[in-house]
T-cell receptor, first 111, second 114 residues
Framework: GENVEQHPSTLSVQEGDSAVIKCTYS??????FPWYKQELGKRPQLIID?????GEKKDQRIAVTLNKTAKHFSLHITETQPEDSAVYFC??????????FGQGTTLQVKP | DARVTQTPRDKVTEMGQEVTMRCQPI?????VFWYRQTMMQGLELLAY????????DSGMPKDRFSAEMPDATLATLKIQPSEPRDSAVYFC????????????FGPGTRLTVL
């Protein structure tokens, strides 16, 4: 069935360092890949997304890369700040718009 | 600033009781999703609707869960009878017209079944 694997499950970095979270998906028909950030006790919120006709997308300190052949996509956060600390979820969408989420990565940015 | 709303925000109930959670999607959004979030299972899709019609409820335990959209401004998720393993945060999310787009999540309903 459809599946999204996300790694690592936890990530601790020093403020100012970069953080990378990786996901793989199983459904080759997936063509939309969003990333959500969820702060403690809050709702998930979209931070960046990419569609299958694009290999890379950047928005200030965050970027996402997509390798459709390998069915991999990654989130890159540069110059991390304490407010980046949260749980990050990747997801892959099927043609119907249904999202399959990864298990989440807890990112801790130490001041 | 349009937002998805959910009620109640917190619910504590006894095992065997009926629980109804409500969601008001953003006005004009035609696709509504129900998710369950636990520490162990992450975000699980339970069911979703487009233009009020159910598209997929394969993630939902059919014997006790039911989801409906009585009108375009209201989605409901009902559990009857509730069990302790149903304890979780239940989110609904809505998407505007078009197949792909940002899913806007509600604040969630934290359900505790004793």
């Amino acid at each position: 069935g459809e599946n999204v694997e996300q790694h690592p499950s936890t990530l601790s970095v020093q403020e100012g360092d970069s953080a990378v979270i990786k996901c793989t998906y199983s459904d080759s028909a997936s063509n939309y890949f969003p990333w959500y950030k969820q702060e403690l006790g809050k709702r998930p919120q979209l931070i960046i997304d990419i569609r299958s006709n694009v290999g890379e997308k950047k928005d200030q300190r965050i970027a996402v890369t997509l390798n459709k052949t390998a069915k991999h996509f990654s989130l890159h956060i540069t110059e991390t700040q304490p407010e980046d600390s949260a749980v990050y979820f990747c997801a892959a969408s099927s043609v119907t718009g249904k999202l399959i989420f990864g298990q989440g990565t807890t990112l801790q940015v130490k001041p | 600033d349009a937002r998805v709303t959910q009620t109640p925000r917190d619910k504590v109930t006894e095992m065997g009781q009926e629980v109804t959670m409500r969601c008001q999607p953003i006005l004009g959004h035609n696709t509504v999703f129900w998710y369950r979030q636990t520490m162990m299972q992450g975000l699980e899709l339970l069911a979703y609707f487009r233009n009020r019609a159910p598209l997929d409820d394969s993630g939902m335990p059919k014997d006790r869960f039911s989801a409906e959209m009585p009108d375009a401004t209201l989605a409901t998720l009902k559990i009857q009878p509730s069990e302790p393993r149903d304890s979780a945060v239940y989110f609904c999310a809505s998407v505007g017209t078009g197949v792909f787009g940002e899913q806007f999540f509600g604040p969630g309903t934290r359900l505790t079944v004793l």
